[in-house]
């Protein structure tokens, strides 16, 4: 891959700037935030061009944001940030990707590190068991289409009214794990019918579930709060909308390429199709579009009842015994209406904000963040590569100033998943990662060396420049004992 040339201007601490004049019709400039190792490779990504090309959306505020974790993806790049105004913007598929809210959530225990070591194969098997994975799996639970138009409209509740979890889980979720503005009007008979059997299931590529120790706690006070204890145990469930999302997102990327044309929107990319927020096209991908992060909201909650339940039956305890409580759901991959000063210091305008591959990170005493959690922030969780670590950080009141409100999401890939299935093979991955305690189940070697832990930045490096830059403040970091992948 050729090196990126464009114009990459320091612009403070852990920030480069794109000016706006690098190509005629930028409409705001371009803002990476990188250091160090992660500024190198970006050089020879082009993620950054896609960060330019997203400064030409109609209606962008401020600047075409791109977190640490950068790297390519489909008209945004993977960790693109942009807000749109609402009374004169766009609203963007590639903004928000093809796995609609593909978010992640933590599960808190009761649990020693020295205890899930002594049955870690067996906790893990359980896991694997309970919950489906793999492309085109079925889910552990029957929906018919009329389940499946509640979960649209009714999200995580949906799932907790019908058994699958408590009722506290849906305070501990990004928008309670429901989006308002839902419709199922908006969505297509083939993306019901790919989602009808998929409620529940885990997936493929790097989704994943973590048993992963405490290994390190960076503020007491705010790890208090949020669940968190040095030495104890917390899972990780890492999942999105399935194909229901997957074809919600194929279906408006074909009805926004008509609109650019119906409206007269000039793209420097057509992977950035999109139409007016308040167009019919552009209304009813929204609704589309919240009905499918609902649909991964219900998922991920089906799927934390059936690990409560397995790991309940590995560790041979009660749940109410084991805690397995929900410290919080964050989406990854969405777009919400919000509202954020156009400038720093000015009065707040209604945007929408695309976050894809990027997380809300909303500071201390916003009404959005629980009201347990409001003094501190909204946890921020960071995952990482099952080799190395994830983290736990806390929205902060630079993140509101500078980001919309969001962070990074993750470590961000490094090299392709056909690069990894070139150079690594299954065996050594596994035999290397169980030599250093980490037992790995996967349902298939191909998806399991694409997720290898060579194939993505360090997360700590990430993480430390989202910390550096003020966009999150580190809470704690977790190290991975039992993965499971798709």
């Known amino acids: 891959m050729p090196e990126w040339k464009g114009p990459l201007r320091k612009a403070g601490v852990c920030r480069y700037e794109i000016p706006r004049d690098y190509k005629p019709g930028m409409r705001v400039p371009g803002v990476i935030y990188a250091d160090g190792a992660v500024l190198d490779a970006l050089r020879l990504d082009e993620a950054p061009e896609q960060v330019a090309n997203v400064a030409f959306l109609p209606g962008i505020v401020r600047a075409s944001l791109a977190m640490p974790d950068i790297h390519l993806g489909y008209g945004f790049a993977i960790g693109g940030v942009a807000a749109t105004r609402v009374d004169d913007g766009v609203i963007s598929p590639g903004g928000v990707g093809y796995d609609i809210n593909c978010g992640v959530r933590i599960l808190t225990s009761r649990v020693t590190a020295e205890q899930a070591r002594e049955r870690l194969e067996g906790l893990v098997r359980a896991l694997f068991s309970a919950i489906p994975s793999g ?21 995580a509740a949906w799932a907790v009214e019908q058994g699958f979890g408590r009722e506290r889980d849906v305070e501990f979720c990004e928008e309670n794990g429901r989006m308002k503005q839902a419709d199922a009007a908006a969505v297509s008979d083939k993306a019901f019918k790919r989602g009808l059997a998929q409620v529940g299931t885990l997936g493929s590529g790097n989704h994943f579930i973590e048993a992963s120790e405490i290994e390190e706690v960076y503020d007491e006070d705010i790890a208090a709060a949020y669940g968190l204890k040095k030495g104890f145990v917390a899972f990780q469930i890492h999942s999105g909308s399935r194909g229901f999302g997957h074809q919600v997102c194929t279906d408006y990327i074909s ?106 990170a909303f500071g201390p005493g916003h009404p959005d963040v629980p009201l347990a959690y409001r003094k501190h922030g909204q946890p921020v969780l960071v995952p990482g590569d099952m080799g190395r670590c994830s983290f736990v950080m806390a929205g902060t009141d630079v993140a509101m100033q500078e980001t919309f409100g969001s962070c990074c999401h993750g470590a961000g890939r490094t090299m392709s998943r056909a690069s990894a299935k070139k150079v690594l093979r299954a065996q050594d991955l596994i035999a290397g990662l169980k030599a250093r305690g980490i037992f790995v189940k996967a349902q298939s070697m191909g998806s399991l060396v694409e997720e290898a832990p060579e194939a993505y930045k360090d997360v700590s490096l990430v993480v430390g420049i989202a910390e550096q830059a003020g966009l999150g403040k580190k809470v704690a970091r977790l190290v991975p004992m039992g993965v499971i992948k798709g």
């Open 135 to 155: 492309v085109g799996s079925k889910g552990a639970i029957k929906t018919a289409h009329g389940d499946l138009r509640r979960i649209c409209a009714e999200g």
């Open 255 to 360: 009805v926004m390429t008509g609109a650019v044309g119906k409206y007269g929107i000039s793209l420097p990319d057509r992977q950035l199709a999109c139409a007016p927020v308040k167009s019919p096209e552009g209304g009813q991908y929204f609704a589309a579009m919240s009905c499918a992060a609902n649909y991964a909201w219900a998922n991920r909650q089906v799927m934390t009842h059936l690990a409560r339940q397995a790991i309940s039956r590995a560790l041979g305890k009660p749940e109410a015994e084991l805690g397995l409580d929900l410290l919080y759901d964050v989406a990854h991959n969405i777009a919400k209406i919000e509202k954020h000063p156009e400038r720093p210091g000015g009065p707040p305008v209604t945007v929408c904000v695309h976050r894809k591959g990027a997380t809300r």
